[in-house]
């Protein structure tokens, strides 16, 4: 798994517990093509090609178009990405643990450049609002 960057201005780390399998999880975090349907930040999302590591895909969150690179697919356990957009450059990760039948989602980023380094606190508190909101949904959609 590709470290996110300690040292970015901006980065945020957050954690919940989903009363249902790491398999079920792994199946609606990954899924790219579909974060439209239960993600509403998202206004579209598009994979160009299989879910395997060098793979890109393009969304479109909040407005912004980001253009993303898988780093790490690990089935059940992790997933990341790269993106860049306006001179930002982000590092996301997620890491799934299962227990009793419970995942627990552990969700890290940084965003480093020119605007998030003028911008950091709005930054920061834009990326553990929209973090937040992502865990919530997620857990809502897979404990349907």
Do not use: R
């Not at 879910?51 to 990341?80: A, C, D, R």
């Not at 799934?96 to 998030?116: I, K, P, R």
């Not at 003028?118 to 930054?123: A, G, R």
């Amino acid at each position: 798994m590709k470290s996110i960057n300690n040292d970015a201005p901006v980065k945020c780390s957050k954690t919940i517990t989903i009363n249902a399998s790491s398999e079920k999880v792994w199946a609606v975090l990954t899924d790219i093509d579909k974060w439209t349907e239960w993600q509403t930040d998202i206004s579209s999302a598009k994979t160009n090609g299989e879910l395997q590591p060098n793979n890109t895909f393009q969304w479109k969150s909040g407005g912004v178009n980001i253009y993303s690179t898988l780093h790490t697919v690990e089935p059940y356990k992790f997933f990341g990405w790269t993106g860049k957009t306006f001179g930002l450059f982000a590092i996301h990760n997620w890491t799934l643990s299962e227990l009793n039948g419970q995942t627990q989602v552990d969700v890290e980023e940084s965003m480093e450049g020119f605007l998030a380094a003028l911008f950091k606190n709005m930054f920061n508190k834009n990326l553990e609002k929209g973090m937040e909101t992502w865990l919530n949904l997620l857990k809502q959609t897979c404990e349907k």
